[in-house]
């Protein structure tokens, strides 16, 4: 059961890796305070596949955090 629960915790790590280093940075910094940030793909965020990436990344935590609290029981 260890076992499998560190093999699924290590695959959703590369994961997580995988889909940060993949995902391009914001460049908003102060023109997003500003208000001159482009929000031309703004309309179609949710298909672009930057938020395909974002939604793994955030997948991948989520089950990363729960099987790190699974085996932190686990092995209490």
Known sequence: MVTAISIVLI???LFMIV???LQSSE???ISAISGQSNSYFSKSKAKTF???LALGTKI???IF???S???LIITK
Do not use: D, F, R
């Open 50 to 52: 930057e938020a395909k």
């Open 60 to 62: 991948a935590a989520g």
């Open 11 to 13: 695959i959703a790590a």
């Open 27 to 29: 460049e908003g910094g």
């Open 19 to 21: 889909t940060v280093l």
């Open 69 to 71: 609290l699974v085996m």
């Open 65 to 67: 955090v729960v099987l």
